[in-house]
């Protein structure tokens, strides 16, 4: 990696895009759910950091979008196709959306991980993007990084080390 190659990090609700021969990073995706949005050809990819699943269910006038997979999803596409990705091209991978805690009594509501993965599924599909590639659900969090020059997630996961989707 020369100085000029740059890791753009993403931090928790935010998001952010890459061109080659950058990078982009987040870390910390416990129950959130990493979404990669890319355009294989352009070598430039998105990373959304998603906290949780609908911004309809925020009370708050001055909600963060960047934290809902409904907003989230639509503003890193915007953001792409702007800055010359083909709506047609884009794919996605995914990551994180770990249950991080045993809940004794079940509640739904706690489960946050899944139902951001399925809220992401959701929107996706709405935006006919498909999904090449997805390491989700389990226990642990993860960090990830995305190359858009090579297309490849590199995932960190606390007890398996590093793969590669």
Partial sequence: MNKHDQIIKVGIADLNIAKAPDKIRTSGLGSCVGVI???????????????????????????????????????????????????????????????????????DMMRIGPRNIAAVKKILAQYRIPIIAADVGGSSGRTIEFDPATNRLKIRTVNKGETFI
């Fill in 37 to 107: 949005i890319y355009d294989e050809k352009m070598k430039l990819g998105g990373l959304a950091h998603i906290m949780l699943p609908d911004s309809q269910q925020a009370k708050l006038t001055n909600k963060n979008n960047y934290k809902y997979a409904d907003t989230a999803i639509q503003i890193l596409v915007k953001k792409m196709l702007r800055h010359g990705a083909r709506q047609f091209a884009l794919q996605a991978k995914l990551a994180g959306g770990a249950q991080m805690f045993k809940f004794a009594n079940g509640n």
